[in-house]
């Protein structure tokens, strides 16, 4: 991809598996933008200089819950299993080599999910979403 490849779905259950090949890849980073309304996001970057995965929970909804980032060290492939609720992300990075988790508190609407790039280009290998089943229902 170049730039960003939007998956639509107003889902608020999902997971989300993508795995991006970094053999060839021009981009300085990677990731993925679980989009919300009116500018309010989750992103996941994946920065190729550093070897850092950032997740940016700063415009996340009702309170803001800030930045984390992990050093991860990848030079082939880089693999992402996202778990997304009402009220939550889970991300496992390259098979469990690193874990992050962190409260979201999005808006009702949902635009669906952004694969994005920066400044490059990235082959996807996989992005494959499947809807969760709710617990309480």
Known sequence: ???SYLIETKEDLLEVKAVFDLTNCSAQSVGL???GV???ETVLTYHLDKQQLTLDCSKSGKVEDGVRNTILETNKELSLRVFIDRSSIE???NDGQTTMTSRIYPNEDRLGIELFTEKGD???KEITYWNLQ???K
Do not use: L, P, Y
């Open 1 to 3: 991809i170049s730039e």
């Open 33 to 35: 933008k679980i989009r």
């Open 38 to 40: 009116n500018q309010e």
């Open 91 to 93: 991300i496992f990075a």
């Open 122 to 124: 990235v082959q996807v």
């Open 134 to 136: 709710d617990i309480w």
